[in-house]
């Protein structure tokens, strides 16, 4: 099977912290770029973090210095670690590999 499974998501109160997971499938994981995108309602679709094959890093403005992708090829996983969560990180959290196979989602909730 090709597909991603996201898991991890759930209710926090604002300045708390998640960790996601994406467990890849079918693919050839250490030759994937990863990605992290999440979506708000009524918000377009927006890009999060990536991190390559030699895991390079790329984070949106809004999150940096408080979301850290990282990736274990042994476990075909990449997650997404966050800190100092604010109430406009709410969204569904979706993992992505090459831009081109998407998971179901995860949602993330913060509480002010």
């Known amino acids: 099977q090709v597909q991603l499974v996201e898991s991890g998501g759930g209710l926090v109160q604002a300045g708390g912290s998640l960790r996601l997971s994406c467990v890849a499938s079918?693919?050839?994981?250490?030759?994937?770029?990863m990605a992290w995108y999440r979506q708000a309602p009524g918000k377009q679709r927006e890009l999060v973090a990536t991190i390559s094959i030699a895991r390079n890093t790329n984070y949106a403005d809004s999150v940096k210095g408080r979301f850290t992708i990282s990736r274990d090829n042994e476990q075909n996983t990449v997650y997404l670690q966050m800190n100092t969560l604010k109430p406009e990180d709410t969204a569904m959290y979706y993992c992505a590999a090459n831009s081109n196979l998407w998971g179901q989602g995860t949602q993330v909730t913060v509480s002010s």
């Open positions: 079918g693919i050839f994981f250490r030759l994937s770029t």
